[in-house]
């Protein structure tokens, strides 16, 4: 069993900053990747950006230098700084664990909403 415990989402203002938090415990035999996922209603479900154990990166084409991706390994923490948000960020954004042997983990989803 893995857990992902995910906070950091909410309210806030078009131009504002939020910072999600993602830790992952329980079974997990080794990380390949931890990203973060987004799904808008009506959308489908679309990567934000995610991070491998060594350190690449890749973002969704929207990010465009707004949202900063980190991983602390040792803790199995992965952090989202999102600034200059638009009320377009708006959904639900959902943690994800690339894990050994072909396990992939997602979090329950926390609502991130821009508008003034």
């Known amino acids: 069993q893995v857990q992902l415990v995910e906070s950091g989402g909410g309210l806030v203002q078009p131009g504002g900053s939020l910072r999600l938090s993602c830790a992952a415990s329980?079974?997990?035999?080794?990380?390949?990747?931890m990203g973060w996922y987004r799904q808008a209603p009506g959308e489908e479900r679309e990567l934000v950006a995610d991070i491998t154990s060594g350190g690449s990166i890749k973002y969704g084409d929207f990010v465009k230098g707004r949202f900063t991706i980190s991983m602390d390994n040792a803790k199995r923490t992965v952090y989202l700084q999102m600034d200059s948000l638009k009320p377009e960020d708006t959904a639900v954004y959902y943690c994800n664990v690339n894990g050994w042997y072909g396990r992939s983990d997602w979090g329950q989803g926390t609502q991130v909403t821009v508008s003034s």
């Open positions: 329980g079974k997990i035999f080794g990380i390949n990747a």
